[in-house]
């Protein structure tokens, strides 16, 4: 089969498109045929070699693909061929082995989705299960609240936006370009502040009429997540679930000792999917209810290009060059 190898870590060039064996499924396991393959920012960090959950190389990295189920291994019984079907290597010892035609797995790990499931918006369900976490283990965000989502036109920010919406939440999105800011009023999102032009403390306080955000999702981190801690209502809580500038500054024990985070009672939390890496249950719980929304029709991901999987080096490429509005997927 085909698919991308990683031998050494470093620039995109160091993912090869090439020929590898077709996995055989084992007693136990089932063999899925890719349909759709998602790509993900923690995929250029295992490139890069400085994910801390790194696969041992050489690997075929990917983390997701929907696609149909094509052989079964001795004793499966959850499956029947042609099935439709979700993979996530979060349900795997490894997060990897996206990235290619074919991926044999437990067969505990996929889950079922319906007979007309649309596979490309299921490659995407990543990003939501994460931003579904976010919103409800991270912070128990509930209707009529407000979320400012940092990161709105990346492909877990765009989820994050649509499920805000879905359970009842205002949503303000916050991107870097005009045209980041066109596309996602056009995605949905209640509000669009462009922190390149625009005051982004100013503009939260009009939109929620001083009162502040309930809860701030930001994957940036830096110096830059103190002043988050300014614009939060009372009891209302900011989190952090990536360092895309780089780790959180120090000063924040500064921001909360002070000032409205001090008389706000101001929360701040990290949090990262690994803590659920040994909580099957609760990532069965979210992912079911995404599988659910799927089936309805309500996750929509805002899909910026699909690629022909040969072509996995330039997806990382347009990622890194922030050429990206919402997801990129890979077609087998
Ligand atoms: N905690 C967890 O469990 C978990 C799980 C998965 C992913 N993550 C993290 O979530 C973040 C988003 O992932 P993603 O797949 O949605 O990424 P993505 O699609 O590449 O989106 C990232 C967005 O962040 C914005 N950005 C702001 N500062 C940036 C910087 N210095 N470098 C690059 N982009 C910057 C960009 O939009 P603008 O140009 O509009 O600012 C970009 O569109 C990543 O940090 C990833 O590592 C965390």
């Known amino acids: 089969m085909k698919a991308i190898l990683l031998s050494r870590t470093g620039d995109p060039s160091v993912l090869e498109y090439t020929e590898v064996p077709t996995p055989r499924p084992q007693p136990g396991e089932v063999l899925v045929k890719a349909d759709t393959i998602g790509v993900s920012r923690p995929e250029l960090l295992v490139r890069r070699g400085t994910y ?3 696969p041992s190389l050489p690997a075929i990295p990917g983390i997701e693909l929907a696609g149909t189920v094509a052989e079964l291994g001795a004793g499966v019984t959850r499956f029947a061929v042609g099935d439709r079907v979700y993979v996530t290597a979060r349900e795997l010892a490894v997060r990897a082995g996206g990235y290619a035609e074919y991926i044999a797995v437990p067969e505990r790990a996929p889950f079922l989705l319906g007979a007309g499931a649309d596979l490309e918006a299921a490659a995407c369900l990543s990003n939501y299960q994460v931003a579904w976490h976010l919103l409800h283990t991270a912070a128990r965000a509930a209707s009529g609240q407000s979320v ?17 919406k879905l359970a009842g939440l205002t949503a303000i999105a916050l991107v870097g370009s005009a045209e980041k800011a066109r596309a996602l009023k056009d995605y949905g999102a209640d509000h669009v502040i462009d922190y390149s032009a625009e005051d982004v403390a100013a503009r939260v306080a009009s939109i929620t009429n001083n009162v502040g955000v309930d809860l701030v999702l930001d994957a940036a981190g830096g110096k830059g997540f103190a002043n988050y801690l300014t614009m939060l209502a009372p009891f209302g809580m900011a989190v952090s679930y990536g360092k895309l500038i780089g780790k959180l500054d120090a000063n924040i024990v500064d921001a909360l000792d002070k000032g409205p985070a001090y008389l706000h009672s101001t929360a701040v939390r990290i949090f990262t999917m690994h803590t659920l890496d040994d909580k099957p249950a609760i990532r069965a719980q979210s992912m079911n209810d995404l599988i659910a929304k799927l089936a309805a029709g309500s996750i929509r991901p805002l899909i910026h290009a699909r690629l022909p999987l040969k072509d996995a080096r330039r997806a990382h490429e347009m990622i890194e060059a922030r050429d990206v509005i919402g997801k990129i997927v890979l077609k087998p």
């Open 52 to 54: 801390p959950w790194m």
């Open 148 to 164: 400012l989502i940092g990161q709105a036109s990346g492909g877990l920010g765009s989820a994050a936006v649509q499920l805000a």
